[in-house]
Every structure is written in structure tokens, then in C-alpha cells.
């Protein structure tokens, strides 16, 4: 079942994901200048960087249909 999405939504969408980029981007730069840093924290906040990644990249595939 194939989902009608426009182009519009799907710009909105990679907006959306850039923004959260550099947000979780800057809570890792504040927690890396900390005494002690949170590694934990950290590498959940890559992880869901590498989340949002790859689905602006699947958003972009289809733009480009």
C-alpha cells in the first residue's frame, strides 16, 4: 500500500529532522563541556542522530522520484 506523501510534506519532514540534528548536536557539545560528561547520554543522543540521518536521507530518495 503505497502512501500518497507531497513534497511538501517531505521537505517539512527533513526540516523538522535538521532541526532535532542540531538540537541533540548542541546537548552533546553542553554534556561533552561538563566535568564529568554522561557517556551514557551521549551515545543515546548519537544514536538518535544517526536515526534522524537516515531518515532524511530516505526522505530525500524520494524527492527525488
Given at each position: 500500500m503505497e502512501i500518497n506523501v507531497?513534497?511538501?510534506?517531505?521537505?517539512k519532514r527533513i526540516e523538522s529532522l535538521l532541526r532535532r540534528v542540531a538540537e541533540h548536536e548542541n546537548?552533546?557539545?553542553?554534556?561533552?563541556?561538563?566535568?564529568?560528561p554522561d557517556q551514557a547520554l551521549i551515545r543515546h543522543w548519537r544514536a538518535?542522530?544517526?536515526?534522524?540521518?537516515?531518515?532524511?536521507?530516505?526522505?530525500?530518495?524520494?524527492l527525488g522520484r
Open positions: 507531497t513534497k511538501r510534506s517531505l521537505g546537548k552533546i557539545q553542553a554534556e561533552e563541556s561538563k566535568f564529568v538518535e542522530i544517526s536515526a534522524f540521518a537516515k531518515s532524511i536521507e530516505r526522505a530525500r530518495r524520494r
